[in-house]
């Protein structure tokens, strides 16, 4: 069973830095492209950031790049968020996703969810 | 603003069905392949349709997934409605090799 749980999230000031986790089991975790999604608080969901099986080919949202990094460890079946210069606007829920198949970027989708990490930012 | 452009809110009685419209703005809704997911309240999303039309194991076939080139968009359909498919439906897609997700609609069974 796709197991995934997201770790990390905490209340930080604006303008600070913070690195979400999420710890992956129960599959073959360097065969399957990631993704990080975040949720506002009543709002939908946004799309931030994919990373492939091997890290290769990366892609964030316009209103991350350039603050927020994405990475993996295969070794350890963790993916990884780093988001710096963190303003209220990234305030949210954050969840880590795996596709739900092992196809390339534009022939799969995030298919097996995580519960989320909270991250607040607020002074 | 998203570029799959959902309605906030629909509502209908259970056993009756009910169509989830997701209109994209621009480019072709058949470029890409389109995603649906449901999200409870308090629940993370799950995924009940991808690629247009397929139906992931374990999801009812009470709820089907198309596409209309005419009218650029895509549809979820749940028929025989139940009082447990009230949630929050989003279609997902691409713009600008970017996935992105519509705005989200909330489904009302009364």
């Known amino acids: 069973e796709v197991h995934l749980v997201e770790s990390g999230g905490a209340l930080v000031q604006p303008g600070g830095s913070l690195r979400l986790s999420c710890a992956a089991s129960?599959?073959?975790?360097?065969?399957?492209?990631m993704n990080w999604v975040r949720q506002a608080p009543g709002k939908g969901l946004e799309y931030i950031s994919y990373?492939?099986?091997?890290?290769?080919?990366?892609y964030y949202a316009d209103s991350v790049r350039g603050r927020f990094t994405v990475s993996r460890d295969n070794a350890e079946n963790s993916l990884y968020l780093q988001m710096n210069s963190l303003t209220d606007e990234d305030t949210a829920v954050y969840y880590c996703a795996r596709d739900y198949d092992s196809s390339s970027y534009f022939y799969s989708a995030p298919g097996h969810w995580g519960k989320g990490t909270q991250v607040s930012v607020s002074s | 603003n998203s570029m799959l452009t959902q309605p906030p809110s629909v509502s209908e009685s259970p056993g009756k069905t009910v169509t989830i419209p997701c209109t994209r703005k621009s480019g072709g809704i058949v470029s890409n392949y389109v995603q649906w997911y449901q999200q409870r309240p308090g629940s993370a999303p799950t995924i009940v349709i991808y690629?247009?039309?397929?139906?992931p194991s374990g999801v009812p076939d009470r709820f089907s997934g198309s596409i209309d080139s005419s009218s650029n968009s895509a549809s979820l359909t749940i028929s025989g409605l139940e009082t447990e498919d009230e949630a929050d439906y989003y279609c997902q897609s691409y713009h600008n090799n970017i996935r992105m997700f519509g705005g989200g609609t909330k489904l009302t069974v009364l």
């Open positions: 990373i492939s099986d091997r890290g290769t080919t990366i």
């Open positions: 690629e247009d039309k397929r139906r």
């Open positions: 129960g599959f073959t975790f360097s065969s399957y492209g």
